[in-house]
């Protein structure tokens, strides 16, 4: 299994042999929202799913929005002729296909010729066998270890993506988009936006928006899903429902959070805890919403969470009328892991703070 992550949503294309030399149309089928299969020539009955014995877990996908297909069903064509398989995509001049999974040496596919393997790497690790993932070495990704520790759990535990596209996040629709006016760039340039810009920005977890800059930019648009949305960093409002323009510099990264969301981050540090070391966190608080997070923990080394090794603690920000505001966290079950030591609450951006131990 191959996969293909185009210009709006994930697609898994499956490439088997076949004798056919014409163009023909594939035919997509639904798989989860957000991602559609589609196979090419004859399957075999075997393959790598049945051989691991192993059901995708849907339900966090199905709880998510309901896209429906993104392209033109008569413009996406495939043909194979001995043995060679040809796949074409509407693509306009500047897009680029990431991750077709045929040969990871490089992420950027478009116009490629390339060879499908099927084997072992023979103990080299020379990138040809691992799909692509985009990611960064950085303090920010060690400070928010706790997020994403609790976002891969979910992924985990219920079946919701980690990182998924924008068109799985409520109220992000080119369709919505379209219904409020024409889709012309000057009559309706949000709807332009969402076109152009979806393919190179998306969610981080349920509360995250990450839009990354690449090699020669210094701005880039950003189409903000319906409500409030706040700046990583300052805290300040970027906007709402809207297309944005940011000039981040060469240091930053683009982030923007939800209305209401709590971010649990800890200090930077070159390793993740070892088992049984507590963790001091900082619970930032985003926007003008009442905020509730879980947040998951284990002993971080062994699989006892297989064994039920592991709590759900909740986080609840409450906003009182005169300015201040009220925090919890709910106290781990007894035997459970309970690993978190001195906690800061934080109401971004940074006009208030809060202390009080585990």
Same mark, same amino acid.
């Given at each position: 299994?191959?996969? $293909?992550?185009?210009?709006?949503?994930?697609?898994?294309?499956?490439?088997?042999?076949?004798?056919?030399?014409?163009? *023909?149309?594939?035919?997509?089928?639904?798989?989860?929202?957000?991602?559609?299969?589609?196979?090419?020539?004859?399957?075999?009955?075997?393959?790598?799913?049945?051989?691991?014995?192993?059901?995708?877990?849907?339900?966090?996908?199905?709880?998510?929005?309901?896209?429906?297909?993104?392209?033109?069903?008569?413009?996406?064509?495939?043909?194979?002729?001995?043995?060679?398989?040809?796949?074409?995509?509407?693509? *306009?001049?500047?897009?680029?296909?990431?991750?077709?999974?045929?040969?990871?040496?490089?992420?950027?596919?478009?116009?490629?010729?390339?060879?499908?393997?099927?084997?072992?790497?023979?103990?080299?690790?020379?990138?040809?066998?691992?799909?692509?993932?985009?990611?960064?070495?950085?303090?920010?990704?060690?400070?928010?270890?706790?997020?994403?520790?609790?976002?891969?759990?979910?992924?985990?535990?219920?079946? !919701?993506?980690?990182?998924?596209?924008?068109?799985?996040?409520?109220?992000?629709?080119?369709?919505?988009?379209?219904?409020?006016?024409?889709?012309?760039?000057?009559?309706?340039?949000?709807?332009?936006?969402?076109?152009?810009?979806?393919?190179? *920005?998306?969610?981080?977890?349920?509360?995250?928006?990450?839009?990354? /800059?690449?090699?020669? *930019?210094?701005?880039?648009?950003?189409?903000?899903?319906?409500?409030?949305?706040?700046?990583?960093? !300052?805290?300040?409002?970027?906007?709402?429902?809207?297309?944005?323009?940011?000039?981040?510099? $060469?240091?930053?990264?683009?982030?923007?959070?939800?209305?209401?969301?709590?971010?649990?981050?800890?200090?930077?540090?070159?390793?993740?805890?070892?088992?049984?070391?507590?963790?001091?966190?900082?619970?930032?608080?985003?926007? !003008?919403?009442?905020?509730?997070?879980? $947040?998951?923990?284990?002993?971080?080394?062994?699989?006892?969470?297989?064994?039920?090794?592991?709590?759900?603690?909740?986080?609840?920000?409450?906003?009182?009328?005169?300015?201040?505001?009220?925090?919890?966290?709910?106290?781990?079950?007894?035997?459970?892991?309970?690993?978190?030591?001195?906690?800061?609450?934080? /109401?971004?951006?940074?006009?208030?703070?809060?202390?009080?131990?585990?």
């Amino acid at each position: 299994m191959k996969r $293909l992550k185009s210009i709006y949503l994930l697609f898994i294309l499956m490439i088997w042999s076949a004798g056919s030399n014409l163009a *023909q149309n594939p035919k997509w089928e639904k798989v989860a929202p957000g991602v559609w299969k589609t196979s090419l020539g004859t399957p075999d009955e075997y393959n790598l799913l049945k051989a691991a014995g192993s059901t995708p877990l849907l339900s966090g996908l199905d709880k998510m929005s309901q896209p429906g297909f993104p392209l033109s069903l008569d413009k996406i064509t495939f043909s194979i002729n001995e043995g060679q398989v040809a796949l074409r995509f509407p693509l *306009q001049k500047e897009e680029q296909i990431f991750g077709f999974g045929l040969n990871f040496q490089t992420i950027f596919q478009r116009g490629k010729v390339l060879e499908l393997h099927v084997d072992h790497y023979g103990g080299k690790d020379n990138g040809r066998t691992h799909a692509p993932v985009p990611f960064y070495v950085s303090d920010l990704r060690m400070a928010l270890m706790p997020y994403f520790y609790s976002e891969f759990a979910r992924y985990h535990f219920e079946g !919701t993506p980690p990182f998924r596209a924008m068109y799985l996040e409520p109220g992000f629709s080119i369709r919505r988009a379209e219904q409020s006016g024409s889709a012309d760039l000057n009559e309706n340039p949000y709807a332009e936006a969402v076109r152009k810009e979806i393919k190179d *920005q998306y969610m981080a977890g349920g509360n995250l928006l990450v839009a990354p /800059m690449f090699i020669g *930019q210094t701005s880039r648009k950003v189409v903000l899903p319906e409500g409030k949305w706040f700046d990583f960093y !300052t805290g300040k409002l970027a906007g709402e429902g809207e297309v944005i323009t940011v000039e981040p510099g $060469l240091a930053i990264i683009p982030v923007f959070v939800k209305d209401g969301a709590l971010i649990p981050m800890m200090k930077p540090r070159l390793r993740a805890p070892k088992a049984g070391e507590t963790i001091d966190l900082e619970i930032r608080h985003y926007g !003008t919403k009442d905020g509730i997070y879980r $947040l998951y923990d284990d002993d971080g080394e062994t699989f006892d969470y297989e064994k039920g090794a592991f709590s759900w603690r909740e986080l609840k920000f409450e906003g009182l009328p005169n300015g201040k505001f009220k925090t919890g966290i709910s106290r781990a079950e007894p035997g459970k892991p309970d690993n978190l030591g001195k906690i800061s609450w934080i /109401m971004m951006p940074g006009a208030e703070e809060t202390e009080n131990s585990n």
